[in-house]
C-alpha cells in the first residue's frame, strides 16, 4: 500500500513558474514508476511526465522542453518544475505511482494548477 500527496498548485498567470511535489509513504521501497497525470475539463486524462521503469524520463508532447521531473535517491520524493506555462497547462495535476509486483496503481488526490491573466 501507497499513500501519495501532492502539493504546490496554484495560480499563476502565463509565462510563469510552479514547482509541484509528491510525496509518497507506506510500501515505497517496490516503487517501479512514478510519474504525473493531469486532467482538465472536458479532456481526457493525460500524461504529463514519468520516470519509467528504466529510469529514464518521459514527457507529453505538450510539455516537453518546458517541464522538469526530478527525485530524491529513494524516490519518495517527485518533483515537477513547470516553466513557461500556459492557459492550457490548467488542469488538476495527480501524481501517480505504479509498484513493482502485481504492477498496482495509486493516485493522489490532485493538485489544482491554474494559468490565468
Known amino acids: 500500500q501507497v499513500q501519495v500527496v501532492e502539493s504546490g498548485g496554484g495560480l499563476v498567470q502565463p509565462g510563469g513558474s510552479l514547482r509541484l511535489s509528491c510525496a509518497a509513504s507506506g510500501n515505497i521501497y517496490n516503487i517501479d514508476v512514478m510519474g504525473w497525470y493531469r486532467q482538465a475539463p472536458g479532456k481526457q486524462r493525460e500524461l504529463v511526465a514519468t520516470f519509467t521503469s528504466s529510469g529514464m524520463k518521459e514527457y507529453g508532447d505538450s510539455v516537453k522542453g518546458r517541464f522538469t521531473l526530478s527525485k530524491d535517491d529513494d524516490k519518495n520524493t517527485m518533483h515537477l518544475q513547470m516553466t513557461s506555462l500556459k492557459p492550457e497547462d490548467t488542469a488538476v495535476y495527480y501524481c501517480?505511482?505504479?509498484?513493482?509486483?502485481?504492477?498496482?496503481?495509486?493516485w493522489g488526490q490532485g493538485t489544482q494548477v491554474t494559468v490565468s491573466s
Open positions: 501517480h505511482v505504479a509498484l513493482r509486483w502485481g504492477m498496482a496503481n495509486y
